[in-house]
């Protein structure tokens, strides 16, 4: 169990361009969620997987906002036109799926910076 | 939609000085109430989680326990090692729903 791994750890990007992000699950598990938090507030929710399919989106995530989860293995979220407003940190975290609850792993997340 | 709601919002401690962090919440129907710890610059790390109202878990100098409307996290005899923003998050569904977090400053 080598935990959940996200790259980049930190990107800077200019207002306008594209964004990709990279996470690794544990490898055993077959849920994967995005979340996104900003300073001084809780994570929140943005997408989940279970295996390749992409089953909830929030209403967070606006149309300029992609993840995929090719194969069911890693998974990569792309933001496009980044907007100041963008600026957070992505947390990924994967989970196996239990009956009666979930334990989410998270990674170490990635910070975004929109200039 | 799932509330959660924590306090305070931050806690400056005394080494040795205990006390209690307070999550209330509101949800559709309880599949777990969690709690975990956060590092500045890292993700959350998991602590616990409590299924049903009475439910206690205890861990080194913390303790969750868990009522029907709130959950709360006591800190024993604090460390400075203990600093950390205290995260507190329900389960309705297939996700978490977090609380913006205590932010808890333990001195020497």
């Known amino acids: 169990d080598t935990g959940v791994s996200q790259d980049p750890r930190h990107k800077i990007t200019k207002r306008g361009q594209n964004v990709t992000f990279r996470c690794d699950p544990i490898?055993?598990?077959?849920?994967l969620y995005w979340y996104r938090q900003t300073l001084g507030q809780g994570p929140e929710f943005l997408t989940y997987f279970q295996n390749e399919a992409q089953l909830e989106k929030s209403r967070l995530l606006s149309d300029r906002f992609s993840a995929e989860r090719p194969k069911g293995s890693f998974s990569t979220l792309e933001i496009q036109r980044t907007e100041q407003g963008d600026s957070a940190m992505y947390l990924c975290?994967?989970?196996?799926?239990?009956?009666?609850?979930?334990?989410?792993?998270f990674g170490s997340g990635t910070q975004l910076s929109v200039l | 939609e799932d509330q959660v709601t924590q306090s305070p919002e931050a806690l400056r401690l005394q080494e040795g000085e205990s006390s209690s962090l307070n999550c209330s919440y509101t949800?559709?129907?309880?599949?777990?109430l969690f709690w975990y710890r956060q590092d500045p610059g890292k993700g959350p790390e998991f602590l616990f989680t409590l299924y049903s109202a009475g439910e206690e878990k205890e861990k080194e100098r913390l303790k969750a326990t868990l009522t029907k409307k709130e959950s709360f996290l006591h800190i024993t005899a604090p460390k400075p090692e203990d600093s950390a923003t205290y995260l507190c998050?329900?389960?309705?569904?297939?996700?978490?729903?977090f609380g913006a977090g205590t932010t808890v400053t333990v001195r020497a």
């Open positions: 949800v559709s129907g309880l599949r777990g």
């Open positions: 490898s055993e598990h077959n849920r």
């Open positions: 975290a994967s989970s196996s799926g239990t009956v009666g609850g979930e334990k989410l792993f």
């Open positions: 998050a329900v389960q309705s569904d297939y996700k978490l729903s």
